[in-house]
């Protein structure tokens, strides 16, 4: 089997473009790769979960930014079956420390280093530090037996301010790549460049040209441009080289492959919807030295591969490649001890680890089975349960209380047995008010003091009722007595609600409560039964009597601020009302006669932040507005004056 490269092009973290699986080793059997490289995550490191680092049979390797937030990043996937880097490291220059350490990569301490570090000389002519140029997590490189492959994340032209850090980096870039292939190494490099190489690689480049008013030989002079065409073996250089890029040493394996074919495009514009019409640009690469130049097979993009503004490039090795004059299968060098001769000797185990790996962090590193953890707890609470049905028996067939209270993991039980007024008068009589709390297992009963908690309250005489506490609201959950069933949980209201006539029999809100004196309270109680079962319902408060308590209120009830509403509003009215509000609005339809799609002009002038609409089609190759064609049409309407006419 061979080794496949792939760079699946930006923010994959974001988008999720798998819907029917979205598990990670899901995408990557879609792709078929055995080393996969991402740009953009735009995630930090508290953000990382399991299905981005867990992924079973994959090593990963992530570098992300210091300091800015969900902002660049790279990623790099190893299928552990089939290759093992033997080295890894975060950065270009070297400056950064491995995880748990404080000697940086570059560090002759250090026993894993990849070399090729820019000289001191060479970090001279940059007009940035190196831990400036290495802060915003945009480079792995990760070293095979094979070769050392460099994944990266250019960055974007945005704006002015953004230019000296875009020249340093890829100034950076370059003389890494060339200091490894001067050192013999077979150099891979892939990734997010952001750079357009010549005019067939971007549908923008005639009108910007255009727009520009520059020449052919100045749009090649770029300097962002011109430092990547030095460093292909066939890139278009206008007049002499810079110092350093004499020679050039890097192959375009995918225009390789594919030299005269127009529209390769792997990014497009999604504000535009362009990639239907594939009105785009060709921006991400796989690079390699010439050194091994005859290694591989094919290569190419995959447009059709859809849930990103860029798509896939991938490259596949051969199966068996010449090595100083000799056939050696490619899985002998993509690890180290694993196969030889094309035949497993071993298995990848964790001493295959790198330091780097993604694994290693401590929020990961040695993590239980997600399933594991859930079936434990399944069993913790099925054995809780089963004690508290145990607990519940024993405590019916030996106490006989007024008031029982039951708490555990599991419910919460309540129950007062029905007694006449005689009956109770005669028991509070001869009994003392007590209260016991089982803290240790009896001898008879073995009550487990960790499932439950028992309260046994008894009222001495009817002076200590519990009319007598401070509290002149009586308060307490009322059970459903027709049903065990848990009742459904609160929804938000519809729109409807909102404008139905309420009925008079609501409860009273708590604002609207009124005062009850104690004697009243007491009269209306005792002429009650209250019944106390088992209930997770929500407190009410408890007022029966009503003719007889306005008789006791007095001067109470004067105090209490009970709101009526002076106009009750027509319900049609409005509804009418709501209708014209939220209805959507007639939309202008275009040359197709299909309806228009709203958009916010952001460019600076006059019309900054105005809304208008134009055709929903996506643009078509030419990228212009087209009559009487399939693509966007030319219709244009300003909101506003399209809702002055209607």
């Known amino acids: 089997m061979a080794s496949g490269l792939y760079s699946p092009g930006e923010n994959l973290f974001g988008y999720h473009p798998w819907c029917q699986d979205r598990r990670f080793s899901a995408m990557f059997d879609i792709l078929e790769a055995d080393i996969v490289v991402m740009q953009e995550t735009k995630i930090q490191r508290k953000d990382l979960h399991d299905d981005m680092v867990l992924v079973p049979g994959w090593d990963a390797f992530f570098s992300l930014p210091k300091y800015k937030k969900g902002y660049s990043g790279v990623v790099i996937y190893t299928r552990n079956s089939i290759c093992a880097p033997i080295r890894a490291e975060e950065g270009i220059t070297g400056i950064l420390t491995p995880p748990n350490s404080f000697v940086s990569f570059r560090d002759p301490a250090n026993e894993l280093q990849i070399g090729g570090y820019p000289t001191t ?17 945009r480079c792995l490189i990760l070293e095979f037996p094979a070769f050392i492959l460099i994944g990266t994340y250019c960055p974007a032209i945005r704006d002015e301010s953004r230019n000296e850090y875009r020249l340093n980096f890829l100034r950076a870039l370059d003389i890494r790549v060339r200091n490894l292939v001067k050192a013999g190494k077979r150099v891979l490099l892939a990734g997010d460049l952001n750079i357009v190489r010549e005019e067939i690689d971007s549908a923008y480049a005639e009108e910007q040209m255009r727009k520009q008013c520059i020449s052919h030989n100045e749009f090649l002079s ?22 350093g890029r004499e020679k050039p040493i890097m192959w375009d394996i995918c225009r390789s492959f594919n030299p005269t074919r127009n529209n390769m495009f792997t990014c ?4 535009i919807n362009a990639r239907p019409g594939n009105f785009g640009s060709r921006i991400d690469y796989i690079l390699y030295s010439e050194r091994f130049m005859d290694w591989f097979c094919e290569s190419d993009i995959q447009d059709g591969l859809m849930g990103s503004d860029h798509c896939p490039v991938y490259v596949i090795l051969k199966q068996t490649v010449e090595i100083n004059g000799k056939a050696t299968d490619i899985k002998d060098i993509m690890s180290s001890g694993m196969f030889k001769n094309g035949i497993r000797q071993r298995e990848w185990c964790t001493k295959d680890q790198l330091p780097l790996s993604a694994k290693l962090i401590p929020e ?28 519940k028996g024993k405590l019916a067939s030996h106490i006989d209380p007024k008031v029982l209270i039951f708490t555990s993991e599991e419910s919460r039980y309540i129950s007062r047995p029905h007694l006449k007024r005689g009956e109770h008068d005669k028991e509070t009589q001869t009994s003392k008010s007590c209260t016991a ?8 009963n073995n009550f487990n003091p960790e499932i439950c908690q028992l309260k046994y309250i008894e009222m001495e005489n009817e002076s200590k009722n519990l009319l007598e506490y401070p509290q002149n609201n009586i308060t307490c959950p009322i059970p459903d007595p027709i049903t065990a069933k848990k009742r459904p949980e609160k929804r938000q209201r519809s729109l409807r609600s909102f404008f139905e006539v309420r009925s008079p029999d609501k409860k009273l809100s708590a604002e609207n409560r009124f ?14 039964n209250i019944v106390m079962g088992s209930s997770q319902s929500t407190s009410a408060t408890i007022v029966t009597g009503f003719e007889d308590a306005f008789e006791n209120c007095g001067a109470s009830f004067s105090n209490t601020n009970i709101s009526v509403p002076k106009e009750i509003p027509d319900p049609i009215v409005a509804r009418e009302n709501w209708f014209k509000l939220l209805n959507k609005r007639e939309l202008p339809l275009c040359e197709h006669n299909e309806p228009c799609i709203s958009l916010v002009t952001r460019k600076s002038g006059i019309n900054y932040g105005r809304s208008f609409y134009i055709c929903s089609r996506p643009p078509g190759p030419s990228g212009q507005k087209e009559k009487n064609s399939p693509w966007r049409c030319s219709t244009f309407i300003w909101k506003n004056d399209w809702n002055r006419h209607n």
């Open 121 to 137: 000389r060479q970090l001279s002519d940059l007009s940035q530090d190196a831990s400036t140029i290495d802060s915003e997590g």
């Open 222 to 243: 770029d300097p962002a441009r011109r430092i990547f065409n030095q460093l292909l073996i066939d890139g278009k250089v206008i007049g002499n080289r810079d110092l």
């Open 268 to 271: 497009w514009d999604q504000k």
């Open 364 to 391: 990961f590193d040695r993590r239980r089975n997600i399933k594991e953890m859930f079936t434990g707890r399944a069993t913790v609470a099925k054995k809780s349960l089963q004690a508290n049905n145990k607990v």
């Open 437 to 444: 709390l089982i803290t240790k297992p009896d001898a008879q």
């Open 515 to 528: 005062t009850l004196p104690p004697n009243t309270l007491r009269s209306v109680v005792a002429s009650e």
